[in-house]
């Protein structure tokens, strides 16, 4: 790779970060531009339970795996081609791993996505990677892209984006910019008045970015497949000015077109901040009128304003091609992605036979029912563990009895429906004709630390936070740095700050209006207020509230420690998951019996065969 390029159709990356779409727009793009290999390598996320895992992602229509490992350093081990490292931490931690990436050998490229790194740690990132011949795009970045080779995260959007800009295949433009959300926009321009982009960079809106307009110009200016330049300034900084210098010397000759946003600034009180922390005008140099006009005196094609950008480029590329500069590209129809079976089935233009009958109970909507009848309204009307039993075994309404705590707790954890690992082997084992004792034994066999476990331990991890006097921060730092793991009993694979599991308020209502005091619960909501801030389903689920709530069950109960302490050790909460989820195990089972079910198979579509 020449020095001037940053991305070629090898490059690979490491994306530091467990983003789904981003990673899948990654490997869309890399299908329609037709390259040999996906560009995403591996993938770092720090709180997985193994040092190695894997990720299932689409390649066109079929699916492949890509390794998920637990440290940038076990990657960068395994994938010494990679050399770029796209970072997703947050603005917390983007500066340790931006660090780390910049000090590892084999990475020569870091995006920085985060906004609002402060700026201290900024410049010390971008000493360092000065120090070691290495470039950074971003802070405060989409990233950017090579048009038919490589394309950083969601740069340019949806596959739908970048194929009406024909970014699937090169052009003959370079184009950088401060803005990535004008990044799109201008890759659409672009391509309705040339061949295309060739190259295209945000730099970051921060006002300390690891690499400025010039350098990628300069790059631009070294590279024969670039034929003009676009650039896309913006009001504040003084960056612009060495663009300036750069014509007036000879460095940049290539036509280049340039506009800097923000004119309309002049209508506004001094020191209004445009969008980034680097739009804003500081002097009157810093305005976007002053730039334009020092940009136009020095030969820069400026348009009048931004309405006519598109008609400078479009007279610039008709100009070199007239001269012969620019020679006619060969252009293909990039293959089409397969729609994902979601979006089709939603949209009704595909139908799949389902795999099995359940008529006893459904977890898919907002609120859980059990034979038709909502948790909410089993809950509310106080009806008894009987009712939930003949709801679930007989499919019956059995007369109700006085609820308590532990009730309450079977009620809610009788059944989650048929998908969870437990109900499901106990319905495959009763297809298979075996008898109620060993399909139930089937499906307990599955409880342990994945499934119902998050009981027991999240009871485990907050006694003890509350009992040794942790205040939640140390808690939540205790249980990342020193134990390594997810807090059990915290997050939510669906439900949210604004999406609540109607379960886990039904629970913390009766606690507050039943229990005279709940030290536990009042500790966990706490911890939730701090995690929730992080991201909104690091909620407390159900599990979680449940073993929570138990621990003040205890205290309310006039135990000494060594009795409490016995209570969980002897798995009291483990056996009211067993005992709670044998009621709907056993429905399920009957179900199938009732059906006459046959023996089931796993569908082939629903397998990766990943072996060679």
């Given at each position: 790779?020449e020095?001037?390029?940053?991305f070629?159709?090898d490059?690979?990356?490491?994306v530091y970060g467990?983003?789904?779409n981003?990673?899948?727009?990654?490997?869309?793009?890399?299908?329609?531009s037709?390259r040999?290999?996906p560009s995403v390598?591996a993938?770092i996320r720090?709180?997985?339970?193994?040092?190695?895992?894997y990720?299932?992602v689409?390649?066109g229509g079929?699916?492949?795996?890509?390794?998920?490992y637990k440290?940038?350093?076990l990657?960068?081990?395994n994938?010494?081609?990679?050399?770029?490292?796209?970072?997703?931490?947050?603005?917390r931690?983007?500066?340790p791993t931006?660090?780390?990436?910049?000090?590892t050998?084999?990475?020569r490229?870091l995006?920085?996505?985060?906004?609002?790194m402060p700026?201290?740690q900024?410049r010390?990132?971008?000493?360092l990677?000065?120090?070691?011949n290495?470039i950074i795009i971003?802070?405060?970045t989409?990233?950017?892209?090579?048009?038919?080779a490589?394309?950083?995260a969601?740069?340019?959007?949806?596959i739908e984006?970048?194929?009406?800009?024909?970014l699937?295949?090169?052009?003959s433009?370079g184009?950088v910019s401060?803005s990535?959300g004008m990044?799109?926009?201008?890759?659409?321009m672009?391509s309705?008045n040339?061949d295309?982009?060739l190259?295209?960079?945000a730099?970051?809106?921060?006002?300390?970015?690891?690499?400025?307009?010039?350098?990628h110009i300069?790059?631009?200016?070294?590279?024969?497949?670039?034929k003009?330049?676009v650039c896309?300034g913006?009001?504040g900084g003084?960056?612009e000015?060495?663009i300036?210098?750069a014509?007036?010397?000879g460095?940049?000759?290539?036509?280049?077109?340039?506009?800097?946003?923000?004119?309309?600034?002049?209508?506004f009180?001094?020191?209004?901040?445009f969008?980034h922390a680097?739009?804003?005008?500081?002097s009157?140099?810093?305005?976007?009128?002053?730039?334009?006009?020092?940009l136009a005196?020095v030969g820069?094609?400026?348009?009048e304003?931004y309405d006519?950008?598109?008609d400078k480029?479009?007279e610039?590329?008709?100009?070199?091609k007239?001269?012969?500069?620019i020679?006619p590209?060969?252009d293909?129809?990039?293959?089409?992605?397969p729609q994902?079976?979601?979006?089709?089935?939603?949209q009704g233009?595909?139908?799949?036979?389902?795999?099995?009958?359940?008529?006893?109970s459904?977890?898919?909507?907002d609120?859980?029912?059990y034979n038709?009848?909502p948790?909410d309204k089993?809950?509310?009307?106080?009806?008894?563990?009987?009712?939930v039993?003949?709801?679930?075994?007989?499919?019956k309404e059995?007369p109700p009895f006085?609820a308590k705590y532990?009730?309450l707790?079977l009620?809610?954890?009788a059944d989650?429906?048929?998908?969870?690992s437990g109900?499901?082997?106990?319905i495959?084992?009763?297809r298979a004709?075996?008898?109620l004792?060993?399909?139930l034994a089937s499906?307990i066999l599955?409880?342990?630390p994945?499934?119902g476990?998050?009981i027991s331990?999240?009871?485990?991890y907050?006694?003890?936070?509350?009992?040794?006097g942790?205040?939640p921060?140390?808690?939540?730092?205790y249980?990342k740095d020193?134990v390594?793991i997810?807090?059990p009993?915290i997050?939510h694979?669906i439900k949210?700050?604004?999406?609540p599991d109607?379960r886990?308020?039904?629970l913390?209502?009766?606690v507050n209006?039943?229990f005279p005091?709940?030290?536990?619960?009042d500790?966990?909501?706490e911890?939730?207020?701090?995690t929730?801030?992080?991201?909104?389903n690091?909620?407390?689920n159900?599990?979680?509230?449940?073993?929570?709530?138990f621990?003040?069950?205890m205290?309310?109960?006039?135990?000494?420690?060594?009795e409490?302490?016995d209570?969980?050790?002897?798995?009291?909460?483990?056996?009211?998951?067993?005992l709670?989820?044998?009621?709907?195990?056993?429905?399920?089972?009957f179900?199938?019996?009732?059906?006459r079910?046959?023996?089931y198979?796993?569908?082939?579509d629903?397998?990766?065969?990943?072996s060679?």
């Open positions: 790779m020095d001037y390029e940053l070629n159709r490059s690979q990356a490491i467990f983003q789904r981003a990673i899948q727009r990654m490997l869309d793009f890399d299908f329609v037709k040999d290999k390598a993938i720090p709180t997985q339970a193994g040092a190695i895992g990720h299932k689409f390649w079929k699916e492949i795996v890509i390794p998920i440290t940038l350093e990657a960068a081990k994938h010494t081609t990679a050399d770029v490292l796209i970072n997703f931490s947050s603005f931690s983007s500066h931006s660090k780390e990436a910049l000090e050998e084999s990475i490229v995006v920085i996505i985060a906004e609002g700026e201290r900024s010390e990132l971008i000493k990677a000065k120090e070691k290495k971003g802070p405060a989409v990233g950017g892209i090579r048009a038919g490589f394309k950083i969601n740069t340019a959007g949806t984006n970048i194929i009406k800009s024909k699937y295949r090169p052009g433009v184009f401060k990535g990044s799109n926009e201008m890759n659409f672009i309705q040339t295309g982009i190259e295209g960079i730099i970051g809106g921060d006002r300390y970015a690891g690499s400025l307009l010039i350098d300069l790059r631009y200016e070294a590279n024969p497949q670039v003009m330049i896309l913006e009001i003084m960056d000015y060495s300036v210098e014509v007036k010397d460095r940049v000759k290539k036509p280049l077109v340039m506009w800097v946003t923000g004119t309309s600034s002049k209508i009180p001094a020191g209004v901040q969008g680097g739009a804003m005008a500081g009157d140099m810093e305005t976007a009128d002053a730039k334009n006009k020092a005196e820069i094609i400026v348009p304003s006519t950008f598109g480029i479009r610039t590329f008709e100009k070199l007239a001269e012969g500069k020679e590209l060969e293909f129809e990039p293959p089409q992605i994902d079976y979601g979006k089709a089935a939603v233009i595909v139908r799949r036979p389902t795999d099995v009958v359940v008529t006893i459904n977890e898919r909507g609120i859980l029912t038709g009848v948790i089993i809950i509310s009307e106080e009806l008894s563990l009987g009712y039993i003949g709801l679930l075994w007989l499919k059995l006085a532990i009730e707790v009620k809610l954890t989650h429906g048929p998908a969870v109900a499901h082997n106990a495959v084992t009763a004709g075996k008898d004792m060993a399909s499906g599955t409880i342990g994945r499934f476990g998050a331990d999240a009871a485990k907050f006694k003890m936070a509350l009992d040794s942790k205040h921060p140390d808690f939540i730092n249980m020193v390594g997810n807090i009993g997050g694979r949210s700050v604004q999406n109607i886990v308020t039904l913390k209502k009766f209006e039943n005091k709940h030290p536990y619960l500790y966990a909501l911890v939730e207020k701090l929730t801030q992080k991201r909104n690091l909620i407390l159900v599990d979680g509230c449940i073993g929570i709530c621990l003040d069950l205290e309310n109960l006039d135990l000494t420690l060594e409490k302490q209570v969980l050790d002897t798995e009291v909460l483990n056996g009211l998951f067993v709670g989820r044998s009621i709907g195990m056993m429905g399920h089972i179900d199938q019996k009732r059906q079910a046959a023996l198979r796993q569908p082939w629903e397998i990766l065969y990943a060679k």
